[in-house]
């Protein structure tokens, strides 16, 4: 988390998903842009095309400090509905953005078509947005204060959360610097490292303390991946107590 305590998240909206029609590509992708920030992402959720649950889920949101990244939902067909829960749930109108309006009446001109009153309507955004660039085809997203709209589109919205979190978040970049590191406790059980990891917990603050069990298969025999992440300066001497701790229970490890 960062250093102002606020969390990130995101939030990734449609039917599609929900239904499992298309896999959704956003939320490894927003966890890949974060990481080479130096950034966490602290929570996700996938909601479908419903405007009630939807407008619910954003009215908690916005009332938190957190920063979220919300995808899909926001053009002009009877199952987009983003733009409108944003602004229920901001209880603001929905009008026509000036900045938005510029954007979609260019790309228009610059293909030459006519712009309907529909096509229009896509700028319509909650009154205190900002504009979020969209360089694939100009249709803009928008910014609800530290919430950011964009479609659901991979091609384009990567490339808007870039320019979000570049123009707005830079300050948060490897604000907590953390490391991480861990070993393979071979035919480790989980119930038995518990006190473990909580005696490391409690010995270096700074770090926490982590345990992924896998059942074994043909190929690999039944391990826990046991270590650490936080504070870089703490994380080798609580490594140090963690093998130590292992060795004490009568597991053997390798270094993962």
Do not use: C
């Not at 969209?134 to 320019?163: C, E, K, T």
């Not at 690999?220 to 963690?242: N, W």
């Amino acid at each position: 988390m960062s250093s102002d305590m606020s969390g990130i998240g995101a939030i990734i909206i449609g039917d599609e998903i929900t239904l499992g029609r298309r896999e959704d590509k956003h939320f490894p992708k927003v966890i890949e842009l974060l990481a080479a920030r130096g950034m966490v992402l602290d929570w996700a959720l996938h909601i479908g095309d419903n405007r009630q649950r939807l407008t619910e889920t954003l009215a908690r949101s916005l009332a938190s400090d957190d920063i979220v990244f919300s995808f899909g939902g926001i053009g002009n067909t009877p199952d987009d509905h983003t733009r409108q829960a944003a602004a229920a749930a901001a209880g603001v109108e929905l009008v026509l953005h000036p900045d938005a309006e510029r954007e979609i009446r260019a790309r228009f001109a610059e293909r030459q078509m006519e712009l309907s009153d529909v096509q229009l309507a896509m700028g319509n955004f909650p009154v205190g947005s900002r504009i979020i660039p969209n360089p694939y085809n100009r249709i803009p997203g928008f910014s609800l204060g530290r919430h950011h709209f964009v479609p659901g589109f991979p091609q384009m919205a990567w490339p808007m959360v870039d320019w979000g979190l570049d123009g707005e978040y830079r300050g948060r970049f490897n604000a907590v610097p953390t490391a991480e590191a861990a070993i393979l406790v071979w035919k480790g059980v989980e119930g038995r490292v518990i006190h473990l990891m909580r005696r490391v917990e409690a010995d270096f603050p700074g770090v926490k303390a982590f345990s992924l069990p896998f059942l074994g298969s043909e190929e690999v025999q039944r391990h826990i991946e046991l270590g650490v992440r936080g504070a870089p300066e703490q994380v080798p001497a609580a490594m140090q107590a963690i093998r130590r701790g292992v060795e004490e229970l009568g597991y053997t490890y390798d270094e993962k």
